[in-house]
């Protein structure tokens, strides 16, 4: 088993990085191996706001039903690579999901193309319950509501889905979303999200600002949902240990290049790895 | 919503109590004009028709989130149509109806896309901007709305069968639009179009997220909201029979943000008591001097925002919690609550034992014995799993 090498390209070099791969067994199970390996493709990803260029050229793959983390220090980019997947943020270069170009569509054309972004601090309704919130993660799929009864019937069906993975949710569902602890926001950020079954759930920083205890629960909930529903799952995390025991591959962000890429066991594994990049000393690692 | 929903309890004796509500409302609502005299009939009138358009502004400042200084004109759109229609055309007063309600939804559609790019002061200051022209734009076209002087319309009349006097058959007649619009306006934020402009007021970019069309909801909440203000409008031209330019002037604009703020954003009883507080307030004001309407409207709302910032309609919301919070504060100063009480040394047995520190609140008074820690506080949190 060779030791992986680092990537960094020299500053100045505009040719492609050549990412290392860390080899070595797949992550928790098989999904690696899926039919699909290519379901999400991002290559020669260019985004950035403004004059501002944040990402400077990323090609990874995520296979259809695969939970991918991508890793890095603040500033690296992470956000922006999900925000550039969700219509968020222009860039150059090429996005596909299932095949269709995801780049230069609005955040409202990329919902429908089945992308649910859950951004960095939630951004639930305040206002509005939570029953009502989620029945909004649900707004595509009422767009025809004269179709009938089977489409309403088919959400309430969803949102018991909903409430089947966040048992939370339902005691609080008439409560405004406003009032619900942060871990409960944050769930009902997943939960809206979820509701419409969208082809890749974009996760940022869900553990922002929770008790370790909560953060737990919900990458549980993810894992759950991940492999009951097939969903795939992009997540940008700060907490490197918790990503990387839910996700298949990580990939890691270093001031907006991928420095590495992976089954998320070997990079957990990796001490070297782990402390070069992920700032998780060698010792603290094994502690989960 | 839901907290009334919570403190009611459950469904059913909610959908009663509601059901009793809009029973006795509707009851009272159609005793009022066999009770009072004709001019308190009228001005109950211009009551209903504010709260039409008070209830299609908080379509777009309370619920959606946008802010128009302009409503005035929309509202004096659908009065001039309405007036043009029966002076020139000499249509009946119902047909008047829809095509001053289609007239502003249009308008207020088109006035809507400038609302995409704009928002907060500068939306105020572009939809001012039409207040403010709209009436000498009213006066320049003098062939078709008679300029300065106005025009003089009919007033419905009442059909010989109902037996009603000219003021109550107004009434009823605004009364049945205005039962008509507030349902309407309820039904829609009930609805998905609501849901996904509560959405768009709440945060923007994840409703975007969501997939709900931002332009599109931002853009209908102006055509809504414009067409409530244009039935109103049409409704005042019924009631009052004559329109001028300077009925209309932006202070009518002004009014009506004004009468939705304490009447309160947001709320959906909120238009009615707004209405109320703009068409009595000047008139009982009237009374104590010429010059005073003015100096109590302005203080009254100063007043209003002071003891109520949710508006008038979180009041009775606000109260049960401003008195419970007064309560616990109260319960607060005592710091550890029973237990301590319980625990406490008497004043003469009060050398042993070192004076816990003082932390704010602490009474000099009640030493806190040593040996009753969980009162001192909850134990700290552990970051442990």
């Known amino acids: ?288 | 919503m839901s907290t009334i929903a919570v403190t009611l309890g459950t469904d059913r004796a909610r959908r009663l109590r509601a059901a009793l509500t809009v029973l006795l409302a509707a009851a009272v609502a159609v005793g009022a004009p066999f009770y009072f005299a004709p001019f308190q009939v009228f001005q109950l009138t211009m009551v209903l028709l504010y709260a039409v358009a008070l209830a299609g502004l908080n379509l777009l400042v309370g619920f959606g989130g946008q802010i128009s200084l302009g409503h005035g004109a929309f509202f004096a759109a659908g009065a001039y149509t309405s007036a043009v229609m029966l002076d020139r055309y000499d249509t009946g007063h119902l047909a008047t109806l829809p095509v001053a309600a289609a007239g502003c939804f249009l308008l207020g559609l088109a006035l809507g896309v400038p609302a995409l790019r704009l928002r907060g002061l500068y939306l105020a200051l572009v939809t001012l901007s039409l207040a403010v022209f709209l009436p000498p734009l009213l006066k320049r076209l003098e062939p078709v709305t008679g300029g300065s002087m106005g025009l003089i319309v009919d007033k419905p009349q009442p059909p010989a069968w109902s037996g009603l006097a000219e003021d109550q058959w107004t009434y009823f007649v605004v009364l049945a639009v205005t039962a008509v619009a507030l349902l309407l306006a309820r039904n829609l934020l009930r609805s998905r179009v609501g849901r996904a402009l509560r959405a768009v007021r709440d945060d923007e970019s994840a409703a975007e997220v969501m997939g709900v069309r931002l332009s599109l909801h931002k853009t209908l909440a102006f055509a809504w909201s414009a067409m409530f203000a244009g039935v109103a409008g049409c409704l005042y031209t019924w009631v009052i029979g004559f329109v001028s330019p300077d009925s209309f002037s932006f202070v009518l604009s002004v009014t009506l943000l004004a009468g939705l703020v304490v009447g309160g954003l947001a709320s959906l009883y909120g238009p009615l008591l707004g209405a109320a507080f703009v068409t009595y307030v000047p008139s009982v004001s009237q009374d104590l001097s010429e010059a005073a309407p003015g100096v109590v409207f302005g203080l009254l709302i100063i007043a209003v925002m002071f003891v109520a910032p949710t508006g008038l309609a979180g009041l009775p919301g606000r109260v049960p919690v401003a008195v419970a919070r007064r309560l616990s504060d109260v319960a607060a100063r005592r710091p550890s609550g029973v237990s301590a009480v319980l625990h406490r040394t008497p004043p003469a047995a009060s050398a042993p034992g070192p004076e816990s520190p003082s932390r704010p609140g602490t009474r000099a008074s009640e030493p806190l014995t040593p040996a009753d820690p969980e009162t001192v506080g909850a134990p700290p949190r552990t970051e442990k799993e």
């Open chain 1, 1 to 288: 088993m060779s030791e992986p090498t680092t990537g960094r390209t020299e500053p100045g070099a505009s040719a492609e990085p050549d990412v290392p791969e860390v080899s070595g067994t797949t992550g928790r199970t098989e999904a690696g191996a899926s039919a699909e390996p290519d379901f999400l493709k991002v290559s020669g990803l260019h985004a950035g706001y403004g004059r501002a260029r944040v990402l400077q050229g990323l090609d990874f793959s995520v296979a259809r039903g695969e939970v991918c983390a991508i890793l890095g220090p603040n500033g690296a980019g992470k956000t922006t690579t999900l925000r550039a997947l969700s219509g968020m943020a222009g860039g150059r270069g090429s996005v596909t999901l299932d095949g269709t170009e995801l780049l230069g569509r609005s955040p409202e054309q990329a919902a429908r193309l089945g992308v649910a972004h859950v951004p960095e601090g939630r951004g639930t309704f305040n206002d509005l319950t939570v029953e009502e919130n989620l029945r909004i993660g649900a707004h595509l799929r009422t767009a025809r509501r004269w179709r009938g009864r089977a489409e309403r019937a088919a959400v309430t069906a969803d949102l018991e889905r909903i409430y089947g993975h966040f048992p939370r949710l339902r005691q609080r569902s008439r409560q405004a979303a406003g009032s619900l602890s942060g871990g409960e926001q944050q769930m009902l950020a997943i939960g809206r999200a979820l509701i419409r079954r969208p082809a890749l759930l974009l996760l940022d920083e869900p553990s922002l600002g929770l008790a370790p205890l909560v953060t737990r629960e919900l990458f549980e909930i993810v894992r759950a949902v991940n492999e009951e529903e097939r969903t795939t799952v992009v997540v940008v995390e700060q907490n490197a240990r918790l990503a990387l025991d839910i996700a298949h591959r990580a990939h890691v962000l270093e001031a907006g290049r991928l420095v590495l890429s992976g089954p998320a066991a070997r990079i957990r594994e990796d001490g070297h790895i782990a402390e070069v990049y992920l700032g998780v000393p060698a010792h603290a690692r094994k502690a989960g």
